[in-house]
């Protein structure tokens, strides 16, 4: 494969996870803190960028731990049972470890983040109180590198680390512009009318619902994406 | 009682973290050793159980797997179907490729000389309920695959299909349709000449 | 705070309704919404989400007098994980097209709050009886949530219940929305909205 068609796949890959497979309106991951996001659109934001970073640097942490030990036939594993003697035939799969590895990634990237953030941004440390250690429980994280093990299973068909990265970049993307939004719009509903049993998660759903509409309009988009960057790299 | 840890405080209280470690790490493998294989199974029937009724008469036990290089130089793994004899009766190819919404993944039986398919089977889909999903769904549009020439290539029509080069869409979801076309029509132009070129079995 | 803990049946009556994780301490919806497209991969994601809550309590009430404060969480991530593996093996074993329709999401257990928080508020401080009566009582709120939304989904989307047919396309047209993402949420706030209403009317009638 040309390397621009590696670009244009990789941008594909971005495209199709940030806007038609967009992490919150159409794979429900990343849910809690959409729904329970502050009025103010700049938080929002930053809490977006949070979690892109976490989600960029547990999926790199996730591909390569999988690539090289937990997939079948992984070349790591392969190498230690033949160092100690083992029947080359067989093909090691130790990939009923991968919920508890990519759990653990995932904790020790926010706690990372969190120091990094503490040291260099105190006053954003500070704004974002306990949200910061939350992001762990975001699905949305855990989805990624789920998503990412899905593509290392065919041996055929190996995701590169790139298009790993720019699966959980796009995601971040995509998460950051819905809960931005949102956020816009909850601002705008503090001056709306709303009946009193929607108040609050009820008639965020609601909007949520129409936002997810929205977006079923990008379905279909990332063909017409592929072919308009190919003829433009051409 | 509030005492700050100190280091070797941190690590006296990490013994338990280290048992149930061992703990779950153990029980995980038995999992593993007990279940693994029948998972394996059950991957595997996923194809071997629709390759009777794609390529008739196929016995799925005799089914024999091989790897070969497509000419986009990647490796694909097709199945040569036999009778219970052992007399090749015919391919079954995986294909897969961009639907309307997202990956469609197919298997299409053809014949032993991959002029005519046999049959057409849609393993995964996440197309438009009620729209898309009739590629699944409806057996009218699968069953028309069945007896179409492999070349040239197919073509998808909104009516009036030519009975041997011609699909018909489906209402409302031609682009599904005519994915589903486009991904026999590759699958088979990409592994034709690799399948040609293996050798002749024996009969058993 | 009331002087005595709750009993074992109060725990378990308190998790279905007055208490229901989705409805009214709207925790672990991520789940919630992706798997009610229809009766079936719902009451499959409840049994699994069942097994390992009631497990997990389990196995922390077990261990809870050696648990270190530091470590706690910790070590409720790990065994949340472990069952969470085991039980998505089992259901790729026995169950692998339901598996495969449910893909991540079972997987995504692990990141359920509703887990971690009984296991933190309960499991690691009372004993086994207890712990269990809460998981059970959770489990049945999780499971009847998940009911009714999959139910309003599969009915007006697709008019099956449970896959089969039980509206016949001439009385009821189908609403595709219902089972796509759009759906997952309009059902899930209508439900939210009627369930705070009951609770207002009663509120309020209780106050007369």
């Known amino acids: 494969m040309s390397s621009m068609e590696l670009v244009v796949g990789l941008i594909q890959i971005v495209i199709s996870a940030a806007l038609i497979n967009n992490f919150v309106l159409h794979y429900f991951v990343g849910i809690c803190p959409f729904l329970g996001v502050s009025r103010r659109v700049d938080m929002a934001f930053g809490m977006g960028c949070a979690v892109t970073f976490v989600i960029s640097l547990a999926a790199f942490l996730s591909w390569t731990f999988t690539y090289y030990i937990l997939r079948p036939g992984a070349p790591l594993p392969a190498w230690v049972w033949h160092a100690v003697g083992g029947d080359a035939s067989v093909s090691i799969d130790l990939s009923v470890l991968s919920y508890i590895l990519y759990i653990f990634v995932i904790a020790s990237s926010v706690q990372f983040v969190e120091m990094y953030v503490r040291k260099y941004f105190p006053a954003l440390y500070k704004s974002f109180g306990v949200f910061l250690p939350l992001i762990t429980t975001n699905c949305a994280i855990l989805f990624a590198c789920l998503e990412i093990m899905k593509h290392l299973q065919d041996p055929t068909e190996l995701w590169s680390l790139p298009q790993a990265l720019a699966l959980a970049l796009g995601g971040g993307i995509g998460f950051t512009i819905a809960i931005s939004l949102m956020a816009g719009l909850r601002e705008e509903l503090d001056l709306c009318d709303v009946p009193k049993p929607f108040k609050g998660p009820g008639i965020t759903l609601i909007i949520a619902g129409i936002m997810a509409m929205a977006f079923m309009g990008f379905t279909g988009m990332d063909k017409g994406v592929h072919a308009a960057l190919s003829s433009l790299f051409q | 009682m509030n005492q700050t840890p100190t280091r070797g405080n941190y690590l006296t209280q990490a013994w338990l973290v280290i048992l149930l470690a061992l703990l779950y790490g153990g029980a995980l493998a038995a999992v593993q050793m007990g279940l693994g294989e029948r998972i394996q199974k059950n991957k595997q029937n996923e194809t071997y159980d629709q390759i009777p009724q794609l390529v008739p008469g196929a016995d799925k036990a005799k089914t024999v797997e091989h790897e070969i290089q497509g000419q986009n130089h990647k490796h694909a793994i097709v199945y040569e179907a036999r009778n219970q004899q052992g007399t090749r009766l015919g391919w079954v190819l995986p294909g897969s490729g961009q639907g309307f919404a997202d990956r469609i993944e197919l298997l299409i039986g053809l014949d032993p000389p991959l002029a005519t398919i046999l049959g057409l089977y849609v393993l995964d889909q996440k197309e438009t309920p009620g729209l898309g999903n009739y590629i699944t769904s409806a057996e009218k549009f699968r069953d028309q695959f069945s007896g179409k020439q492999t070349d040239p290539p197919l073509a998808v029509v909104k009516m009036d299909p030519d009975p041997k080069h011609e699909i018909q869409a489906i209402t409302g979801a031609t682009i599904s349709s005519t994915s589903v076309s486009q991904i026999v029509n590759h699958t088979i132009e990409n592994l034709r000449q690799p399948i040609l070129d293996l050798p002749a079995t024996a009969q058993h | ?208």
């Not at chain 3, 672990?28 to 991969?41: E, I, K």
């Not at chain 3, 389990?58 to 270190?68: A, D, P, Q």
């Not at chain 3, 089992?90 to 887990?115: D, E």
Request: glycine share 6%; aromatic share 8%; net charge positive.
């Open chain 3, 1 to 208: 705070m009331a002087s005595s803990e709750p009993t074992a049946l109060e725990r378990l009556v308190n998790g279905i309704l007055p208490e229901n994780p989705i409805y009214r301490q709207l925790l672990g919806m991520c789940p919630v919404l992706a798997v009610t497209a229809g009766m079936r991969p719902a009451m499959t994601m409840a049994a699994a989400t069942a097994a390992v809550l009631i497990s997990a309590n389990i196995m922390i009430s077990l261990i809870r007098g050696l648990l270190k404060p530091h470590l706690r969480i910790l070590v409720f991530t790990l065994t949340i994980a472990t069952f969470v593996t085991i039980a998505d093996r089992f259901l790729a074993a026995f169950m692998y097209q339901m598996s495969k329709q449910l893909g991540p999401y079972v997987p995504l257990i692990i990141v359920n709050c509703l887990i971690i928080s009984r296991c933190e508020i309960c499991a690691s401080k009372q004993g086994l009886r207890i712990a269990i009566a809460d998981a059970v009582g959770m489990s049945l709120g999780f499971t009847l949530a998940l009911a009714s939304i999959a139910t309003v989904r599969e009915l007006l989307g697709a008019g099956t219940w449970f896959g089969l047919p039980v509206l016949a396309e001439s009385w009821w047209p189908r609403w595709g929305i219902m089972v796509l993402p759009p759906g997952a949420f309009l059902a899930l706030g209508l439900l939210l909205a009627t369930a705070q209403w009951f609770t207002q009317r009663r509120t309020a009638n209780s106050h007369k």
